[in-house]
Every structure is written in structure tokens, then in C-alpha cells.
């Protein structure tokens, strides 16, 4: 056992403060994470499915479709990427040159404003 880590340890102990909790600090989400980037790859999907699906309907008219099941999948779409840009808020980034990401909600939400 090293001298030197039992007296990093009781330094530990004595300096230990209590701990503001931030909610908004908290809620950050990390870019490179594998919640971020799966949600990215259905957004992505998502933008491909819904400018073919419009364009089609465009070209070819609304005749013989049912206009229900339409305004569903229209919902879904726009809540889809109302979520993805509220998202953008709140999730990290890098800036250029910076080893370290960004994860004040302050300075991640000035960023799109």
C-alpha cells in the first residue's frame, strides 16, 4: 500500500463539500453516446422515408390514400423532429481545436440562439 494514497484519501475526506445538484447540467447529453447516435440514425432514416413519402404524394395525388392514417404519420414525423431539434439544446458539443466537449446548458443553448 503506497504512504501517498492513504494521504490523498484523508485529503479527500476533509475537503469533501457538499455537492450543488443542477438539473439542467444533469440533463446533458453526451454527442458521442450511443443513445445520441441511434437516434441520429433514425432521424436520418426518417428524413428520407418522409421527403420520398411527401414527394410521392406530391406527384401522384392523395387519391386511394386514407387521410387518417396520414395525419398520423405526419404527426409522428413532425413530433419526431420537434424532439430531434430540442435535443440539439441539450446535447453536448466540441468546439473547434478543444479536446474537451462543452456541457454548460447556458453556453450549449446560446449556441442555436
Known amino acids: 500500500m503506497d504512504i501517498h ?4 484519501e484523508s485529503q479527500e475526506e476533509e475537503t469533501n ?4 445538484f443542477d438539473l439542467l447540467n444533469s440533463m446533458i447529453i453526451d ?3 450511443i ?5 441520429t440514425v433514425f432521424d436520418v432514416l426518417l428524413c428520407l ?6 414527394m410521392y404524394l406530391t406527384v401522384f395525388s392523395i387519391e386511394g390514400i386514407d ?7 405526419n404527426f409522428f414525423i413532425e413530433i419526431f423532429f420537434f424532439i430531434t431539434m430540442a435535443f ?3 446535447t453536448d458539443f ?3 481545436g478543444e479536446k474537451e466537449p462543452e456541457k454548460k446548458f447556458g453556453v450549449i443553448s446560446k449556441r442555436y440562439l
Open 5 to 8: 494514497s492513504d494521504q490523498s
Open 17 to 20: 463539500e457538499p455537492v450543488e
Open 31 to 33: 454527442h458521442e453516446g
Open 35 to 39: 443513445f445520441i447516435t441511434i437516434w
Open 49 to 54: 422515408v418522409s421527403s420520398w413519402t411527401y
Open 67 to 73: 387521410t387518417d392514417k396520414m395525419e398520423y404519420y
Open 88 to 90: 440539439g439544446f441539450i
Open 94 to 96: 466540441k468546439k473547434q
